[in-house]
C-alpha cells in the first residue's frame, strides 16, 4: 500500500474512532440531595430503619414530589443518613414530614433541605424555625 494509501486508512480510522468515542454517553452525576436527614441508629434497628424507608418512598411517590434516595449507615458509629430528591424541597418535605416525625428513629434527627443557593438545618420537630 502507498503512503497515501495508508494515510487515508488512518485518517478514515481516526474519524471512526473519534465518531465512536463521541456517541458513548458521558457518565451523568447524580443531583445532590433536596432533603438529607440525619439520625441515630443501632444495628438492632435495621428493620425498622427498612419499614421507614418503604412508608417514606410510597409517601413521596403518592404526593410526586420525587424519590427516596439510598439511606446510608455508617458502620463505625451509629449516624445514618436518608436522602430525598426532588426539585422542590418544601413540597418533597410536606410529603416526607409526617412519616419522619412520630417515628422513634428519628427522635433527636436533624433535616438540611437544600435550596438552588442555600440550605436550611433544623431540629426534625422544628422545621418551621428560621
Avoid at 9 to 21: K, P
Amino acid at each position: 500500500m502507498s503512503d497515501i494509501g495508508n494515510r487515508g486508512l488512518l485518517a478514515a480510522l481516526f474519524l471512526a474512532l473519534s465518531t465512536g468515542a463521541a456517541a458513548v454517553p458521558l457518565v451523568r452525576n447524580l443531583p445532590e440531595p433536596a432533603i438529607t436527614v440525619r439520625f441515630d441508629y443501632y444495628p438492632q434497628d435495621l428493620a425498622r430503619i427498612r419499614a421507614l424507608e418503604h412508608k417514606l418512598a410510597s409517601a413521596i411517590k403518592r404526593a410526586r414530589a420525587g424519590e427516596l434516595g439510598e439511606t446510608e449507615l455508617h458502620l463505625d458509629g451509629n449516624d445514618g443518613f436518608l436522602y430525598l430528591y426532588g426539585p422542590d424541597p418544601d413540597r418533597l418535605y410536606a410529603a416526607a414530614g409526617p412519616i419522619l416525625k412520630p417515628s422513634r428513629l428519628m427522635l433527636h434527627a436533624e433535616v438540611t433541605k437544600q435550596y438552588a443557593a442555600s440550605s436550611k438545618t433544623f431540629p426534625l420537630g422544628k422545621d418551621n424555625s428560621d
